[in-house]
């Protein structure tokens, strides 16, 4: 059972335009919501995150909106650049605390074109 | 920042072998450490969570007696793959989580391939 789900397993994008990469869940008890970008045979590196108690995070050329109702969130990455090229993992717990595990989708490999 | 190292980065075994990957954060204290597989196009699975001083607890389906993990230190885990074999082959990579902090800082990973 896919408890988080990132259904679009790539996106093409112009360099200088938005990527929006979307995600989606199933667990309601999920309460903090991270994303992730991560390069061939490298480890995740952390990029954004939200707690359920918020809507909106915003962090330079990266926001992440989340809809607690519909359980989904996006990252918009505005303006995308090439470096931005990557695959990006959604992940999401159920608290927070050292103990805490994440849960991952699939991940969504983005390319961004010159 | 918070960095967590992990070797080897990439390791070729033979089958029947055993390989041992090593994690640790070099400038913060582990209170757990989480271990996790990835094969290609796929997500990142996680496998286990360790915490200092105690037994790992695995996740459902993982074989505790295939992969040993040892979280003797606040600063270093390790994995061991006992008896590889080709099915082994896979991405490892580890995380760690700060002691009275919340936040995960992922290892660069270990390229297992078992031939």
């Known amino acids: 059972d896919q408890q988080v789900k990132q259904n679009s397993p790539s996106l093409s994008v112009q360099e200088g335009r938005i990527s929006i990469l979307n995600c989606d869940y199933t667990n309601s008890m999920f309460d903090y919501f991270l994303w992730y970008k991560k390069y061939p045979a490298e480890g995740p590196t952390f990029l954004i995150s939200?707690?359920?108690?918020?809507d909106k995070n915003e962090d330079g050329r990266f926001t992440v909106f989340l809809n607690k109702s519909a359980k989904h969130l996006s990252l918009h990455i505005v303006p995308s650049q090439p470096g931005d090229s990557a695959v990006y993992f959604c992940a999401a717990t159920t608290n927070t605390g050292a103990n805490s595990k994440l849960t991952f989708g699939k991940g969504i490999t983005l390319s961004v074109r010159p | 920042g918070a960095v967590v190292s992990q070797h080897p980065s990439w390791v070729i075994c033979k089958s029947g072998t055993s390989v041992k990957i090593e994690c640790r954060s070099l400038d913060f204290q582990a209170t757990t450490m989480f271990w996790y597989r990835q094969f290609p196009k796929q997500s990142l699975m996680l496998m286990a969570t360790?915490?200092?001083?105690?037994?790992?607890?695995?996740e459902q389906g993982v074989e505790k007696d295939k992969f040993l993990i040892n979280h003797a230190s606040l600063t270093l885990s390790t994995l061991t793959v006992t008896s590889a074999h080709p099915e082994d082959s896979s991405f490892y990579i580890c995380s760690a989580s700060a002691v009275g902090g919340y936040g995960y800082t992922f290892g660069s990973g270990t390229r297992l391939t078992v031939v």
């Open positions: 360790s915490n200092e001083g105690s037994k790992a607890t695995y």
């Open positions: 939200i707690s359920s108690i918020k």
